[in-house]
Every structure is written in C-alpha cells, then in structure tokens.
C-alpha cells in the first residue's frame, strides 16, 4: 500500500519518526478514521492529482489510458505515487510520444507539462536527484530547458483550424537507470499535462 504514508498525511497529522525501506514508524494524531477505513477499502481511493483552472481546456493525468502503453510505467504501482499520495507516472527511456485526443477551436493555447526527475523507490528507500535537459515538441514548436526540481514546463502553441489530437514528444538528454525490484530506465516524471487557452477568464 504505497499510499499509505499519504493518506495519513492527508487524514491526520502525521510525522514520519524513522523509516528503512518500507518500515515506517509514524506518529499521528487527530485521525479521520471515517476516511481511512475508505482509503483503507480501496487505496487507489486517495487521488491526488492536479486541478483544471477555468482556463484548463484539457488535462491528462497520470492514470489517464494515454499513458497506459510501453512508453510509461504506468502499471506498477511502486512508481505510481509519491510518499505524498499524489499520483504520478514515469516515462520508460529516454523518449516519448503521445497522441493526446483534444478537440480545439482555431486559436492559443500553452502546453503544460507539470514534471520532474527525483526519485525515490519506496520499497529500498533508494534515491536519486539529479539534473536533467528536458525538451517538448509540438509541431514545430520546442522547448528545451533543465530542469532539477518539481516544476511547470510550458509551451504556448497556435492553432488555425480545429484539431481533434496532438502529437507531442517528450524527451530527456539522460535516464536514470536503477535496480530497485526490477531493472529501471527513467525518463520523466509526470504529474499531469494541461492544455490551456490563452486569454480564458483567468486572465482578463
């Protein structure tokens, strides 16, 4: 149960004291137990993910089916959250391609790809940081940054005429390889992708 430290986080106030692998040993006080027998029932219940704003046209999260090919870890559930609760999905190698399916009216918009590369394996408490060049590419439009931390890559883009899905590349200059229960290769952490328009309600 890989969410569990999340969920006490988010139905308590818990600290975590001392922890080896997937030994634990939390303080908590102020417990919801009403939500955590739900959780406790079914710990995929607790899913926290990134929020539309009334400017979000669309968002891909990371349980969403686009991800749900070999490109992505998107099956195990080791890699599927952060000791936070929230969800995420890694990308497998160096890159990746993804229809998204969209329908968009002729005018702006920006990509954004809410990412980052630290990793923690919960089940050996193995970690790495690092810094990693990042680039995205939509049509004819790229952007290449490095990135360390959590962060907001985004990518303003135009549109002439109604489109129905966007080809975008993800791509990273290193992969992380790492033994955790099997042999990994991580590319990109991804907690969500979001397609907004410009000049929406939250900008005037």
Known sequence: MYTFIGALRYYADADVLW???LNFAVRAQRLNMLSLRLWYDGPESLNVVDQPTSQTQFIFLPNDPVFRNDQF???LKNLS?????RRVV???GAQALLRLPV???PGSYVLRVHCGVTFE????A???DREVSVQIRLGEEQKQVAIRNETVVELPFTSESELTSLNVILMV???LKLKCVVPLELGLKIYSIAIDQVGGPESL
Do not use: I, V
């Open 19 to 21: 922890r080896e692998k």
């Open 73 to 75: 870890y998107w099956d």
């Open 81 to 85: 959250y952060e000791l936070d609760g």
């Open 90 to 92: 890694w990308m497998r």
């Open 103 to 105: 329908a968009l009216q």
């Open 121 to 124: 394996c919960p089940d050996t």
């Open 126 to 128: 193995q970690s790495a």
């Open 173 to 175: 200059e290193d992969t």
